[in-house]
C-alpha cells in the first residue's frame, strides 16, 4: 500500500513538472518575441525620425547645433504668411509643426507632408522653436522667407534682438545660408517699442517708409518715455537705420499731424533736396545760356515768319500771272 501511494506521488510530482517546464519555455518564448517585436518597432521609429528628406522634397532645414542649442527633444516650425491670403497655416505649438530629425543633426520642415503649399513670389515668416518635455525653452526671432528659400538652411549666429513688443526681452536671430541675401529673406525689419529698428528684410507689404509712419502714428508717445532722447535723435536715428532722408521724415510727420520737436535744418540726416545756393547757381546758368533756335519761343516765331514769308509770294505770284 505504502510503495502504491509513494508511486502515485512520483507520477504526479513529474507530471507538475512537464507542466512547469511547459509553461516556462512558452513564456520564454512569448517574452522573446514580444523583445524582439519592441525592438523591431524601436528600429523603425529611429529610422523614421532620422530620414533624411529626397533632395527634391519642400523642406527648410534649421541647424539647432551650429547655433547653440543643447537642451531639446525636438525642433517646431512655427510658419504664417505674409503676404499669401491662400495660405492656411497651423497655430502655435500644434503638432504638425514639429519637425523632422535629419541624418547630419539639421531639423526639416516637409511642407507637403504638412499639406502647406508654398507660392512662388510670396513671403511667409518663420520662427524656430525648441521643444523640451513638451514646453517650449527657446525660440527665435521672425525670419522671412520664400519659394527661394526652400531646401536651404538657417541658423542662429551671434546677433541678438530686442524683442519689437517687449524691450525687456530678446531673442536670438536666425539667418539663411547658402547665398541667400538678409536683405530680401532674412529678419523681419520692425521699429520697437522704445524705438530702436531691429532685423534685415523689410516685407514686401510695406516700406521703410510706411514704417515710419505707423511708429509716428502709434508708438511714438511710448519711445518718447523710454528711449531717452529727444524728438530730434530719436526721429534722425530711426530714420537713419532705414536710410530716410529729411524730406521723409517732415513728409512722414505732416502726414500724421503731429507735434514734434523736430527740424530739417538741425537734422543728421541726408537731404535729398537741392540746398538754396544750388538751386540760384542752376537758376543763373540757365538765364545765361543762350537759346537755341530750335528751342522755346524762338521756335515758334521763325515758324511764323516762314509762313508769312510763303504767303506773299504766293499772293506776288497769283498778280504776276494775272498780269
Known amino acids: 500500500m505504502f510503495k502504491r501511494i509513494t508511486t502515485l506521488l512520483i507520477i504526479a510530482m513529474l507530471a507538475a513538472g512537464m507542466i512547469s517546464v511547459t509553461v516556462i519555455t512558452a513564456s520564454a518564448e512569448e517574452t ?11 528600429t523603425e521609429a529611429e529610422i523614421a525620425e532620422t530620414a ?37 497655416g497651423y497655430f502655435w505649438g500644434e503638432k ?15 511642407f507637403d507632408a ?9 513671403q511667409y515668416g518663420v520662427i524656430f522653436y525648441a521643444i523640451k518635455d513638451g514646453a517650449v525653452t527657446t525660440q527665435t526671432y521672425n525670419l522671412i522667407f520664400g519659394s527661394e528659400c526652400i531646401g536651404k538652411t538657417a541658423a542662429c549666429e551671434d546677433t541678438i534682438y530686442e524683442n519689437p513688443e517687449d524691450s525687456h526681452k530678446t531673442t536670438q536671430a536666425a539667418f539663411w545660408k547658402e547665398g541667400i541675401s538678409p536683405a530680401i529673406y532674412g529678419p523681419q525689419l ?6 530702436n529698428v531691429v532685423g534685415t528684410a523689410c516685407p514686401a507689404s510695406t516700406s521703410p517708409y510706411e514704417l515710419f509712419v505707423n511708429f509716428l502714428h502709434n508708438t511714438l ?12 535723435q530719436l526721429l534722425d536715428d530711426i530714420a537713419a537705420a532705414l536710410n530716410l532722408t529729411r524730406t521723409d521724415v517732415e513728409k512722414a510727420i505732416n502726414e500724421n499731424g503731429l507735434d514734434v520737436d523736430w527740424t530739417r535744418e538741425k537734422s543728421s540726416l541726408p537731404d535729398d533736396q537741392p540746398t538754396e545756393a544750388a538751386t540760384e547757381a542752376a537758376t543763373e546758368a540757365a538765364e545765361d545760356t543762350p537759346k537755341s533756335p530750335q528751342t522755346g519761343y524762338d521756335t515758334a516765331l521763325i515758324i ?14 497769283k498778280k504776276l500771272s494775272k498780269a
Open 304 to 317: 511764323l515768319m516762314m509762313t508769312a514769308a510763303a504767303a506773299g509770294i504766293c499772293i506776288a505770284f
Open 96 to 110: 504638425s509643426q514639429k519637425g523632422a530629425l535629419a541624418s547630419d543633426g539639421r531639423w526639416y520642415y516637409d
Open 32 to 42: 522573446e518575441a514580444a523583445t524582439e517585436e519592441a525592438t523591431q518597432a524601436a
Open 221 to 232: 508717445q511710448n519711445a518718447r518715455i523710454y528711449a531717452n532722447k529727444s524728438d530730434q
Open 190 to 195: 520692425q521699429i520697437t517699442s522704445i524705438g
Open 114 to 122: 504638412a499639406k502647406l503649399t508654398i507660392q512662388k513670389d510670396k
Open 52 to 88: 533624411d528628406p529626397s533632395p527634391a522634397a519642400n523642406v527648410i532645414y534649421f541647424d539647432p547645433v551650429s547655433s547653440g542649442w543643447v537642451e531639446y527633444d525636438a525642433i517646431g516650425f512655427h510658419i504664417w504668411s505674409i503676404d499669401d491670403a491662400a495660405f492656411n
